[in-house]
């Protein structure tokens, strides 16, 4: 079973601050995906990672894989109450050349913009 | 564009009673999937399918049964419902591929007593 470990669980900031959010595996991937959860609503996909190295930006949002694909990081610049909600990564694995869709979820990082 | 519809919003259940989430896309997806989101354990994969007639299982499918009959739904079946269960679930859809973005239903909030 591949596990994703996300940390930290837990993050209050005030807005302006930096933040990052961590997921780490034992297990190597074929692809790492971050998501976004709002209250009451089901996750919405932020970015895919797909390559060792590669390092994606999104507005103040960095994300990068690590070069053995088994761990991603998401960075937040200048943080805003906007950002607010859950965030979660999930991996993809092949398995004879497709993941059938299945993803394996970290914990989550429930972060908290203060204004 | 409706998406992924997911169909009760919430439901309260009794120990031992059985019911059906539905679930329904509309964009020709062959994966569909369901997990449950329990807090801090984020989703966890329960049955899987990669086209009609075509279902596995996940990391946590015990008590919940699935089937698959058209491209469009895949209901979710809860056997005898116990407390354990009391979770939030969701569906969600993705095109064949190797690497695909997953769409999510805005879930249901099971509770058992």
């Known amino acids: 079973t591949q596990l994703l470990e996300q940390s930290p669980q837990f993050l209050s900031i005030q807005e302006g601050e930096n933040l990052t959010v961590y997921c780490n595996s034992s297990?190597?991937?074929?692809?790492l995906q971050w998501y976004r959860q709002e209250p009451g609503e089901g996750p919405v996909l932020l970015v895919t990672?797909?390559?060792?190295?590669e390092v994606k930006k999104l507005k103040r949002l960095t994300f990068q894989f690590g070069d053995a694909r088994k761990d991603s990081s998401l960075h937040i610049t200048a943080a805003q109450p906007g950002d607010t909600g859950l965030y979660l990564c999930?991996?993809?694995?092949?398995?004879?050349?497709?993941?059938?869709?299945?993803?394996?979820f970290g914990q989550g990082t429930i972060l908290t913009v203060h204004p | 564009n409706a998406g992924v519809t997911q169909t009760p919003k919430f439901q309260v259940l009794k120990t031992g009673q059985s019911m059906t989430l539905q679930c329904a896309q509309d964009?020709?997806?062959?994966?569909m999937s369901w997990y449950r989101q329990d807090p801090g354990m984020g989703l966890r994969l329960i049955h899987y399918?990669?086209?009609?007639?075509?279902?596995d299982q996940g990391e946590v499918p015990n008590g919940y049964n699935v089937s698959r009959s058209t491209t469009e739904d895949f209901p979710l079946r809860l056997l005898s419902a116990a407390p354990s269960q009391t979770s939030v679930y969701f569906c969600?859809?993705?095109?064949?591929?190797?690497?695909?973005?997953?769409?999510f239903g805005q879930g249901t909030r099971l509770t058992v007593v």
């Open positions: 990672v797909v390559t060792g190295g």
């Open positions: 297990s190597v991937f074929s692809s």
């Open positions: 969600a859809s993705s095109y064949k591929g190797g690497v695909t973005e997953a769409f």
């Open positions: 399918s990669v086209g009609a007639g075509i279902t």
């Open positions: 999930a991996g993809q694995a092949n398995a004879g050349g497709t993941s059938y869709g299945k993803l394996t």
């Open positions: 964009m020709n997806h062959e994966y």
